[in-house]
C-alpha cells in the first residue's frame, strides 16, 4: 500500500469534511460527513466510490494557488489505481498494463490473431460458417479457460478489498441499490442531473455518462449474444451461424454498435479531458482499455458484415484476438473498474442502511 498517496488523500478528506460545501455532489461526500476519522481502508472505500466527475474540483476554492491545494479527484484517482494494482494477481503484471498498455494491447491482439491464423491451417473436415475455419472444440478449449481464470483473480482481489473495506454479509437491498446506481451512473451525474464536469471544465455535460450508458448496455448486450448463442447450441443443438432473426444477432448486433459508438465518445472525450484531474501516469493504459474494448465490438460487427466473403479468415482471427486479449487482461487493465466500483457501491449501501 502506497501510504503516501493514502495519506495525501486523507489529508485532503479531512478539509473537505471540515469544509462540507460539495455535499450534494455525489456519493463520496455523505460518506465523508458520516465519520470523523478515517483509516487506510475508509480512503480505499472513499476512491472507489468516487466516479472523477470532477465537480468538487471546479466547485472547490482551496484549490491551488490556494495553500491547501485541493485536488481530490486526482487524490482519490491515484488511490483507486494504486488499490487495483494492488489487490491483482501477479500485481507487477497490472503496474506494467498502466505503463505501456497500448503496446500491451497491441502486441497482444496481432500474437493472438496469428495464432488463430495458424490454426486455421487445421481446417475440421466438416463445419458450417465460423467452425469451418476453427473448430468449435477447439474454440472452447481456448475460451473457456481464458474467461474463468481472469474472474478467479479478480474474485481474489475483491475479496481483498471487501476485507480491507470492512464489507459483511452483502443483502438483497444493498445490492439493488448499487445496481440502481450503476443503471443511472447516478454519481456522474452532478447531485441534480446535470451531468459532469470532465471534458467541460466549470460547465456541465451528460456526454460521458451517455457514452459510458451506450459502452456499458453494449457490453452486456454483446455478453448476452454470446451467452445466448451458447445456450442454443448446448441446450438446443442449433449450431452458429444464426439467421439476423435470431437472439444472438438481434442482441450482438445493436450491442456491437452501441459499444463501438461508445467507446468512440469516450475516446474522444479523454482526450479533451484535464489529464491531471485524474491519475495523468494511467492516462495511456486506460486509453488501451478503452481502444480494445471499442475495437472488440467494430471487429464482431466487421465480421459480421463480411459474412460469405474471403476477408472472413482473416477477420475471424483479428475479432477472436480482441475478445481473447480483452479477457487476458481484466485483472490488469481499466476493465476491473467495474467490479470494485460495484462493490464500493454495496459497500455504500451497507453503510448507509447501517447508519
Ligand atoms: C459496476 C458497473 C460499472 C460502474 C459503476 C462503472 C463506472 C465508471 C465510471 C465512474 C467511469 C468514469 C470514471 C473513470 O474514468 O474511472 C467509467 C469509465 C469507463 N467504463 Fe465503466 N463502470 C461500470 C461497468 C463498466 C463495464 C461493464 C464496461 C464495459 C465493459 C465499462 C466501460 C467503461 C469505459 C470504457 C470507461 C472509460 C475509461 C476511461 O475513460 O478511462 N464500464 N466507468
Ligand atoms: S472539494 Fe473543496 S469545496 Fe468541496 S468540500 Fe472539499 S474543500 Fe470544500
Ligand atoms: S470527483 Fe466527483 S465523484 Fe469524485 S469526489 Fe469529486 S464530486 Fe464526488
Redesign the pocket.
Known sequence: MSLDLINEARRQIEICNACRYCEGYCSVFPAINRQRAFADGDVTQLANLC??CRGCYYACQFTEPHEFALNLPKALAEVRAESWERFARPAPFAALFQRAGVAIGAVLVAGIAVLFLALQALRPENGEGFYAYLSHAAMVSIFAPAFIAPLAIVALGLRDYWREVGGTAIRLPHLRAALGD?AR?K??SGGQGQGCNFEKGDRFSNARRHA?QA??WG?LLCFASTSSGTILHYGFGMEAPYGFFSLPKLLGVPGGILLTLG?IG?AVL?TKADRDLGAPKLWGG?MA??ML?GLTGFTGLLLYAATGTGAVPALLAIHLGTVLALFLLIPYS??V??FY??AA?IRDAQIRGAA
Request: glycine letters at 4%; hydrophobic letters at 50%.
Open positions: 466516479h472523477n450503476v451512473l454519481n456522474l459510458h459502452t456499458l457490453f467507446c469516450l479523454k486506460e482499455f478503452v474494448l481499466k476493465m473498474h467495474g466500483r460495484l457501491l
